[in-house]
């Protein structure tokens, strides 16, 4: 038997509840209703603000930050996650930014809170799924100069690529310079610093391949040394 707590005695009280009731059900279905309609589209007019928006590409109600989406690339039958930062530059109206600076291919999916930052060069193959909360990043703080505050010294912007077919665990990071390989595993809460080659499980911090496909035909597992 199911022990349910008793409701609410009192005319006023009663009423309250009813309120609370009625009141939260309207506020989920607006929100749901937003969801539906707040989702960005090839045929909405912020779509036009992008480089390039594929057919049946779609960017999830409540969406993240979009800063400099002309510089912005999206294939065809992508998905971009609630929540998720796409930016190319520091800024809006960052001048002499290259006409693609982020290109994210076909069939993709960006996890949600997840965020793509390119200042130089981001390419992201077609089927290249990521869990939530990735971070992809071609810039980074140096600490070069210990009379200088760390927020205000950069490193050189380095391109990012990763290869089709390739998934990225939830939490994920990847670093300036990397290239991550064709149909490559990369386990959940890892920092990429260094190249993986293509069909590999990687994993750690900094991440390194335990995994690899063989030329003939089976798995092997990779030791350190």
């Known amino acids: 038997m199911i022990n349910r707590p008793p409701l609410p005695s009192g005319p006023r009280t009663r009423l309250q509840h009813l309120a609370q009731q009625v009141g939260g059900a309207t506020v989920r279905g607006l929100w749901d209703l937003a969801g539906r309609l707040g989702n960005i589209g090839p045929a909405s007019p912020r779509a036009r603000r992008f480089g390039s928006f594929g057919e049946g590409t779609a960017i999830c109600f409540p969406y993240g930050s979009h800063v400099n989406e002309r510089h912005i690339h999206l294939g065809a039958n992508t998905m971009i996650g609630p929540g998720a930062t796409l930016s190319a530059g520091w800024g809006p109206g960052h001048p002499g930014l290259p006409d693609e ?15 793509v930052i390119g200042h130089k060069s981001i390419v992201i193959g077609d089927d290249v799924w990521t869990g939530y909360d990735v971070r992809i990043a071609d810039m980074n703080h140096g600490y070069e100069d210990v009379t200088r505050p760390i927020s205000g010294q ?20 990847v670093l300036p310079g990397v290239t991550i390989g064709r149909h490559v595993t990369v386990g959940a809460g890892s920092v990429v610093t260094d190249d993986l080659p293509d069909f590999s499980v990687a994993v750690g911090v900094p991440a390194r391949v335990v995994k690899r496909w063989t030329p003939g035909g089976s798995w092997e597992s990779v030791t350190e040394g």
């Open 154 to 173: 950069w490193m050189a912007e380095a391109p990012i690529r990763i290869g089709d077919g390739s998934w990225l665990g939830h939490h994920v990071v």
């Open 101 to 115: 600076v982020v290109r994210i291919g076909d069939r993709c999916l960006i996890g949600r809170g997840s965020s």
